[in-house]
C-alpha cells in the first residue's frame, strides 16, 4: 500500500514540477494511440482515455459517449490497452471511468484498471453533462454524481492519480474531500469544428464560473491543482485569457486536438488536391476576403488581429474596415460570443502583457506601457489602476516583496 501512494505521490511531484517549470500544464484528452503518441511528443503533460474520444474518430459527436451505442468502460479498456498504454512511457494516462456502469463493481473495476497499468482515472462519461428530467429520473435509479464521487475515493486509497471533472462548487468540494488531485471544471461541450456544441458559455461567462469554483477549492485545500476542459475554449489565446489573472494552472483538450484538426486538415488538403492549388492552412483572411467566414471566422480574426497588433494604435473601426463588416454589428457580435466588448478584451489583454513584461523584465514603466500600446504613460497607469486595483508602481514593488 505505501508502494501504490508513493506512486501517486511520484505523479503528483511530477505534474507540480511541470507547473513551477513551465507556469501551466497540458491534459489531451486520446481516442487513439496516434493521438497520444505526438500529443506526448509535442509536450502534453497527461493524457486521458475517454470514450469521447474514440466517437469523435468514427466522425461522430462526443455526446455519443453518453448514449447506449456502446459500453464505454469496455471501449476504453479495448482501445486504451491496445494503442495508448503500449505507445506512452513518460507521461500518466488516466482510464476515463463510467462510474455509474451498474454492470460493474468499482473497487474491483478499479483494482482492474490499475492492473492493466493505467496511472490513473478520470470520471467520464460523467453524469454532470447531463441536467433537466432525464437528470432527475437517472438519479432516482442511483445513477448520481455521487457514484462518481465515490470512484475518485477509492482510486484514491489505492494509490491511482485522480482527475475529476466538476461543473459546480459543490461538486468540487466532494472530490476534494474524495482526494482527487487535480480538480478541472468543466465548461461543457468543446465549440468549433462541423461537429461542436452550438449553444456553449461566452468566455468571459465561463471565465467567471471556473473562478469562483475554484474560489471555494482554494479555501479547502490551496494546493489542489485546478485545470479547465471544454467550452469556448479552443484556442490558445483562449486560454491564455482564461488564465490571466486567475489561479487556473492548466488546460485538457480532447476535440481541439483530435477531432477539429482532423476535420479541418482533411477538408482543406482534400480541396487542395481537387482544385490542384497550393495547400494552405491559414486561409482566414481569403475566406473572409470572399465572402465564406462564417461568425466564428470574424472573432477568431479580431482575436488574432488583436495578438498581432496590441502594440499599436487599434480600433473596432479599424478591423470592421478589414472585414468589410459595419462597427456596430461587428460589436454587438464579438459581445455575445466572447462576453465582453471589443475594447475590454483590448484592454486586459494589453495589461496582462503587461504584468508578463513586469515579471520577467527590469525595464522603465514607460517603456513597459509603450510596448503595449500606451504611449502616455498616464494613461496606461490610469487604466492600469483602474482595472487592477493598483497601480503599475505598486504592482511593482509587490512583485520585489515576494
Not at 503533460?45 to 453518453?66: P, T
Not at 470520471?123 to 470512484?151: C, Q, T
Not at 492552412?281 to 488581429?305: A, E, H, P, V
Amino acid at each position: 500500500m505505501e508502494e501504490e501512494l508513493n506512486k501517486k505521490y511520484e505523479i503528483n511531484n511530477y505534474i507540480k514540477k511541470q507547473i513551477n517549470k513551465n507556469s501551466y500544464i497540458l491534459g489531451v484528452a486520446a481516442g487513439s494511440g496516434m493521438t497520444a503518441k505526438y500529443a506526448e511528443q509535442g509536450g502534453a503533460d497527461f493524457i486521458l482515455a475517454l470514450n469521447s474520444g474514440r466517437f469523435r474518430l468514427m466522425g461522430v459527436s462526443s455526446l455519443a459517449g453518453f448514449l447506449p451505442y456502446a459500453n464505454s468502460n469496455e471501449v476504453v479498456m479495448d482501445f486504451a490497452c491496445k494503442e495508448i498504454l503500449p505507445m506512452i512511457k513518460k507521461i500518466p494516462v488516466c482510464f476515463g471511468l463510467c462510474a455509474t456502469d451498474p454492470t460493474i463493481e468499482l473497487d474491483s473495476y478499479i483494482d482492474l484498471i490499475k492492473k492493466k497499468g493505467f496511472a490513473g482515472i478520470n470520471n467520464y462519461p460523467s453524469i454532470g453533462l447531463v441536467d433537466g428530467l432525464f437528470r432527475e429520473a437517472l438519479e432516482e435509479h442511483g445513477i448520481s454524481y455521487e457514484k462518481e464521487v465515490e470512484a475518485i475515493r477509492i482510486a484514491s486509497e489505492k494509490g491511482l492519480f485522480t482527475v475529476a471533472f466538476v461543473f459546480n462548487e459543490e461538486q468540487a468540494i466532494s472530490m476534494i474531500k474524495a482526494g482527487a488531485d487535480i480538480i478541472c471544471v468543466h465548461l461543457g461541450l468543446t465549440n468549433g469544428g462541423s461537429l461542436g456544441a452550438k449553444k456553449i458559455l461566452s468566455l468571459q461567462a465561463a471565465k467567471k464560473m471556473a473562478v469562483n469554483i475554484f474560489k471555494r477549492c482554494n479555501e479547502l485545500n490551496p494546493n489542489i491543482i485546478k485545470m479547465i476542459y471544454g467550452g469556448p475554449v479552443n484556442k490558445p489565446i483562449d486560454v491564455q485569457y482564461m488564465y490571466d489573472d486567475t489561479t487556473i494552472m492548466g488546460y485538457i483538450g480532447g476535440s481541439v486536438f483530435e477531432r477539429i484538426p482532423n476535420e479541418q486538415a482533411l477538408i482543406h488538403i482534400t480541396k487542395s488536391f481537387k482544385e490542384t492549388n497550393d495547400f494552405q492552412f491559414d486561409d482566414l483572411i481569403g475566406k473572409i476576403t470572399d465572402g465564406l467566414g462564417s461568425q466564428t471566422d470574424y472573432i477568431n480574426f479580431i482575436k488574432k488581429y488583436i495578438s498581432l497588433h496590441y502594440m499599436d494604435e487599434i480600433s473596432l473601426n479599424e478591423v470592421a474596415e478589414i472585414l468589410n463588416l459595419s462597427r456596430s454589428y461587428l460589436s454587438t457580435l464579438f459581445k455575445n460570443e466572447v462576453g465582453i466588448s471589443f475594447t475590454e478584451y483590448l484592454i486586459n489583454f494589453r495589461l496582462n502583457r503587461a504584468i508578463e513584461i513586469l515579471k520577467l523584465e527590469k525595464l522603465p514603466l514607460n517603456n513597459i506601457a509603450e510596448m503595449v500600446g500606451y504611449p502616455d504613460y498616464t494613461q496606461f497607469s490610469k487604466i492600469f489602476k483602474k482595472y487592477k486595483g493598483v497601480s503599475p508602481k505598486n504592482y511593482l514593488t509587490s512583485l520585489s516583496r515576494c
